[in-house]
C-alpha cells in the first residue's frame, strides 16, 4: 500500500509507548487489531504470547492542525521518508518547519546528524541567530522576546545597561546545562562590548527532540499554536471531549487497559498533559489500569500499579 502523507501521529506515538512498555516490563508485544481516526486510536495488544492489553491513545494535537501545518508535515514526512530515516521528530510549540527546499534537504541532513541524549532521544541541530542591542546605559536587565524568554533572570545585575534580546528564531535550547550556560556567558560577554548600542548576533543552535522509529516511516509531532493561557484552556477543553469519546473503550474484556495522551511542548518537562488531566474528573481516566503522557518524545506514566499488579509483572511460574 502506498503511503499516505502527512501521517497519522497517533500510530507513530503508539509504536513509541509500546517500546517504553515492552521495555518496562520485560515482555513481548504484539498488536493483534488497531483502528484512529486521527484523534483516537484503539488496539488491542498480546503481551507476553499470553495477556490482553486493551489500549486508547488520546492525540490532543489534531484539534491544533491547520493546512499550512497539514501541508509542512506531508512535506517533512515524504522527504524524510525518501531519506530512508524513521523517526519522530518533535517540533517545539509554535514552531514552523519548512515546507521547501533548500529547507527539508537541511532538515533532513540535521536529522542524520543528530547526537544522542542519555534517555535515548536524540538532539536534531541547527543554526540559528539572536539579536542583541542596548536600549539603555541604566539598569542592569535584558528583556528576551522569544525562546529565551524564561530565562531573562539570568543576565539581571550581570550587563552593563538595559537590553533588548531578539531570540524569535530560536524554539529550544540543548538539553545540557554546561551549554545553556555558556550561551548566556556570550550574550553578557556581548553586552559589554563598545558598539553595544548597535544590533549585535549571536550564532546558537536551536536543538530539537528526535526519536528513532520501527517501521520505515517519519512522523512529524506538533503543534503551530503557541503556548498560552488560551491554549491551555483549549487543551482542557479538547482533552475531556476525546476522554469522553474513549469511555466505550472501558466496557471491553481485557486483563488490563492502557490509556496514552500525546500532547505538543517544547520540552517534556514542561508539559501540560499532566496537569490538565489532573484538573479533571477522576472518573474520566479512572477505569485504566496504566496511564501515561508523550510529549517532546518522552513517554511518562502517571497511573501504574505498583509491581507485580498487573498479570504480566508477575513472575513466571517456575
Not at 522569544?146 to 524554539?171: D, H, K
Not at 516511516?217 to 469519546?245: C, I, V
Amino acid at each position: 500500500m502506498a503511503a499516505v502523507y502527512p501521517s497519522d501521529p497517533a500510530d507513530a506515538a503508539f509504536q513509541l509507548f509500546l517500546g517504553w512498555f515492552g521495555s518496562h516490563y520485560a515482555r513481548s508485544t504484539k498488536v493483534e487489531s488497531s483502528q484512529s481516526d486521527q484523534q483516537i486510536l484503539r488496539a488491542r495488544v498480546t503481551v507476553g504470547r499470553k495477556w490482553s492489553l486493551d489500549a486508547v491513545l488520546v492525540n490532543t494535537l489534531a484539534a491544533d492542525a491547520d493546512l499550512p501545518w497539514e501541508a509542512a508535515r506531508a512535506a517533512i514526512e515524504q522527504r524524510l521518508d525518501q531519506a530512508g530515516l524513521a523517526v519522530a521528530l518533535w517540533a517545539p510549540r509554535g514552531a514552523r518547519p519548512p515546507s521547501s527546499e533548500p529547507g527539508l534537504s537541511e532538515l533532513a541532513f540535521a536529522i542524520e546528524s543528530a547526537t544522542p541524549l542519555p534517555d535515548g532521544r536524540k538532539e536534531m541541530r541547527h543554526t540559528v541567530s539572536l539579536y542583541l542591542r542596548r536600549t539603555s546605559t541604566t539598569g542592569s536587565v535584558v528583556t528576551i522576546l522569544g525562546g529565551m524568554s524564561a530565562f531573562w533572570a539570568q543576565f539581571t545585575s550581570r550587563v552593563p545597561g538595559s537590553y533588548l534580546l531578539n531570540s524569535a528564531e530560536l524554539f529550544r535550547l540543548p538539553a545540557a546545562a554546561e551549554e545553556r550556560a555558556e550561551l548566556a556567558e556570550r550574550i553578557v560577554l556581548a553586552a559589554g562590548q563598545p558598539l553595544a548600542d548597535e544590533s549585535q548576533t549571536i550564532r546558537t543552535d536551536d536543538a530539537w527532540t528526535v526519536n528513532d522509529l520501527p517501521g520505515g516511516r517519519s512522523t512529524l509531532f506538533g503543534s503551530p499554536k503557541p503556548d498560552t493561557d488560551e491554549q491551555s484552556a483549549a487543551l482542557r477543553r479538547n482533552l475531556r471531549k476525546l476522554l469522553r469519546e474513549a469511555a466505550p473503550a472501558l466496557e471491553s474484556r481485557a486483563d488490563a487497559r492502557a490509556l496514552i495522551v500525546v500532547g505538543a511542548a517544547t520540552y517534556a518537562q514542561e508539559e501540560k498533559l499532566t496537569w490538565a488531566l489532573r484538573g479533571m474528573d477522576p472518573s474520566l481516566y479512572g477505569g485504566y489500569d496504566l496511564l501515561a503522557v508523550i510529549a517532546d518524545g518522552v513517554v511518562k506514566p502517571l497511573l501504574q500499579p505498583g509491581r507485580s499488579t498487573l498479570p504480566w509483572d508477575a513472575p513466571l511460574p517456575s
